[in-house]
């Protein structure tokens, strides 16, 4: 499923396939906390440097829901949207920067999602995570990097990055059950602002029920 943040507002197509896009620039360098890895214009570097939470400033805001089953750390001045598509329940977070416009795809602010799904008894966690990225790759054959273990928040799981319209960063966290936490966001930062280190710090708060 592919999601677009829009200026204001998040638009649910509630129709078969319907989803939310974004843009993702192709060459880029994205963070993933925790003891994960580094990923520039689709290579991933092993980092040992942690985001821990008590470096989040005072007054950020708290989200927890009990629906999904998670808490969170985030600024006062993101927005969140919570919705439901082809049955799975969201919550995103939004938080433009200055030269971001009205009615367009997001190409400078942040734009996350975080969601909790289940997946088929005949699947193991490998081969879900092989048929998100093929999902992803489609008929218009998207670059897709390959899987690679991630750690966010202390929790193992796995991350791969998508090209071009609607891709970004893909992360999911095996919950056992067939269940897991899945994450995509993107952090555009033409001002350099230090949007990549806010998502940092958000993940880095994850808690997971």
């Known amino acids: 499923m592919r999601r677009r943040f829009v200026i204001g507002v998040v638009i649910i197509l509630a129709i078969a396939g319907a989803s939310i896009f974004w843009v993702w620039h192709a060459h880029r360098e994205v963070t993933v906390l925790q003891e994960g890895s580094v990923v ?74 975080i969601w909790r799904e289940a997946y088929s008894t005949n699947q193991t966690f490998e081969t879900f995570i092989e048929q998100k990225r093929k999902d992803q790759v489609g008929s218009s054959n998207t670059p897709v990097s390959p899987a690679v273990p991630v750690q966010i928040a202390g929790h193992d799981g796995s991350v791969f990055d998508v090209e071009g319209l609607g891709g970004g960063v893909n992360m999911y966290i095996p919950l056992g059950h067939g269940e897991v936490i899945g994450i995509d966001y993107k952090a555009s930062d033409p001002k350099s602002i230090g949007f990549q280190h806010i998502v940092d710090q958000m993940l880095g708060s994850l808690v997971i029920e």
Request: proline share 4%; net charge negative.
């Open 40 to 113: 520039k214009g689709g290579q991933y570097e092993a980092v040992s440097s942690m985001i821990k939470t008590e470096s989040i400033p005072s007054d950020w805001k708290t989200y927890k829901n009990d629906h999904i089953k998670v808490a969170l750390r985030y600024p006062k001045e993101m927005f969140t949207q919570e919705y439901e598509s082809q049955g799975i329940f969201y919550v995103g977070f939004g938080l433009w920067g200055p030269t971001q416009k009205d009615g367009t795809e997001l190409f400078d602010g942040i734009g996350l999602n």
